[in-house]
């Protein structure tokens, strides 16, 4: 732990500035998304499968329109992503007065907003990346995006909890009216960030090809399966829990996801360095963390009690912090020519919250609402067989330039 505050320490202002950013971005997502698909439905006469197309929908075209708006790059790193930022708080606080909307108007107005607010986040995300990447020395990016790494990790741990308590205290609304209120605050941070200058292999050279690279492709496109499997957080899982609990379904998963933050934290903080030391393979890791997860949502398609309940939060915890963490380091390893790292980074966010976590919402709620254990066993180890054999293909195409 005391070694975790030193190397943050030793960052320069601007670094620190931007893991502040991160944490309370991602406690603020992650405040209103484990209970978005189980408790949207309660504030309209649309069924879980509906919300979950409409979040999907939201998150592929909002992502879309980040990529191109990264790839284009019509304003500069500080103000696109503070005007995003404020753009993101908005969508938050038309989304908690989303019951206003008429009936027959809802679910597309829900869907546009969806649509904004992921382009607004993964457009922020990008710019807080690029800045990140651009300010640090190449031969140092790896320890940053670890660091990157585990901010999420504590953010995504915190905001569950801090959401689960202000949605049994106050409901819903109040939810998305905290989201807002501290994403605000992180846009305003975001505005007056200090000057930095350009270093290592982020710098936005004219004079180099910044082009795509097999490799680093299909590295992106196993983050489409992997985040598909850690997007049953949001889906199927909670989907599940509320069921198979009744009247205590809120309780039951207050209690999930506080068993899920702990373990997170915990294998953030202690576990993984543990075993990025024990394991020099960033693959090798992030496989590890794909195979755990698969087991759990296994376990969870086959029985259910609270012993299990418990074993599920913490294995899905610990499996998901493993590949999740990897995940940016190990795309940026992959990568020959440095200055397409931009490019990149904007690739790997497309596919892991647009197509993993978006379709993974979808998959998660058509998978609970077959009401079949064989068609869940199927589909999660199919799903596990994909990313091994991208995986494999990625290993082999390692040498291949695009």
Not at 175 to 180: G, R
Not at 188 to 212: I, W
Not at 361 to 384: C, L
Request: charged content about 10%; overall charge positive; glycine content about 6%.
């Amino acid at each position: 732990m005391y070694t975790l505050f030193r190397e943050i320490r030793s960052l320069p202002s601007i670094n620190k500035r931007l893991l502040l950013n991160t944490l309370c971005v991602s406690s603020a997502t992650f405040m209103v998304n484990p209970y978005l698909i189980a408790y949207l439905p309660t504030i309209a006469d649309i069924s879980p499968g509906q919300a979950a197309v409409s979040a999907s929908i939201g998150v592929a075209a909002g992502s879309v329109m980040a990529l191109v708006m990264s790839m284009i790059s019509v304003l500069g790193d500080k103000r696109l992503g503070s005007t995003c930022g404020f753009g993101l708080a908005g969508c938050y606080l038309l989304l908690a007065y989303a019951s206003r909307i008429p009936d027959s108007l809802f679910l597309a107005g829900i869907t546009l907003l969806f649509v904004a607010q992921r382009f607004f986040l993964n457009t922020f995300t990008i710019c807080t990346r690029n800045i990140q990447a651009s300010s640090t020395e190449e031969h140092e990016q790896r320890n940053i995006f670890r660091l990157i790494s585990l901010t999420l990790s504590l953010g995504m741990s915190l905001g569950p909890q801090v959401g689960a308590y202000i949605l049994s205290k106050s409901g819903f609304q109040a939810v998305f009216l905290a989201s807002t209120l501290i994403i605000l605050l992180c846009s305003v941070n975001f505005r007056f960030l200090p000057a930095y200058e350009t270093k290592g292999s982020a710098q936005d050279d004219q004079n180099h090809v910044q082009s795509l690279e097999a490799p680093a492709i299909i590295g992106c496109a196993t983050a489409i399966v992997s985040y598909t499997l850690y997007a049953q957080v949001f889906s199927y899982i909670p989907l599940s829990i509320k069921e198979r609990a009744g009247h205590d379904g809120l309780a039951t998963l207050q209690d999930f996801y506080l068993v899920y933050s702990l373990a997170r934290i915990g294998c953030a903080v202690w576990v993984h360095p543990i075993i990025t030391r024990a394991i020099s393979s960033l693959a090798i890791i992030s496989l590890m963390g794909v195979s755990i997860c698969t087991l759990s949502l296994l376990m969870l398609s086959n029985s259910y009690g609270p012993l299990l309940l418990i074993m599920l939060a913490a294995s899905f915890a610990f499996g998901e912090s493993l590949f999740s963490s990897m995940a940016i380091p190990w795309i940026t390893s992959l990568i020959k020519n440095p200055h397409s790292t931009r490019r990149h980074i904007g690739l790997f966010t497309f596919c892991s919250t647009a197509l993993g976590i978006g379709s993974g919402q979808f998959v998660g709620a058509w998978v609970f609402q077959q009401k079949s254990t064989q068609t869940a066993v199927i589909t999660w180890i199919s799903t596990f067989c994909l990313y091994l054999y991208l995986l494999i293909l990625t290993k082999r195409k390692s040498n291949f330039l695009l």
